[in-house]
Nanobody, 125 residues
Framework: QVQLVESGGGLVQPGGSLRLSCSASGGTFSLYAMAWFRQAPGKGRERVAAISRGGGVTYYADSVKGRFTTSRDNSQNTVYLQMNSLKPEDTAVYYC??????????????????WGQGTQVTVSS
């Protein structure tokens, strides 16, 4: 299983931006579809973005479409989540996850076998 480590979380004002990174090790990164999930207090884990193995196809939750962009650099074993126009409701712990299935077929948390430790994103004035 690939090991994942997220970075880049923090406190940001509404309307601001953050860029999360997720570095992978211990596996062939390009064989995994990648996704970003988030979990707010008292809520379930929500997939906000996913990206195919080659990076050519991406998926977004309606709640972040047009504001968040995911990308990956397979030469650096890293996936990114650029978050713009952040809102207080984006506050959550953000996790990256890896799946051996395709990004299209990996819509639930149970489809992902590897997870990072999570990074806190807080949007508040």
């Amino acid at each position: 299983q690939v090991q994942l480590v997220e970075s880049g979380g923090g406190l940001v004002q509404p309307g601001g931006s953050l860029r999360l990174s997720c570095s992978a090790s211990g596996g062939t990164f390009s064989l995994y579809a990648m996704a970003w999930f988030r979990q707010a207090p008292g809520k379930g884990r929500e997939r906000v973005a996913a990206i195919s193995r080659g990076g050519g196809v991406t998926y977004y939750a309606d709640s972040v479409k047009g504001r968040f962009t995911t990308s990956r650099d397979n030469s650096q074993n890293t996936v990114y989540l650029q978050m713009n126009s952040l809102k207080p409701e984006d506050t959550a712990v953000y996790y990256c996850a890896a799946s051996t299935r395709s990004a299209r077929d990996s819509s639930n948390a149970a489809d992902f076998g590897s997870w990072g430790q999570g990074t806190q994103v807080t949007v508040s004035s």
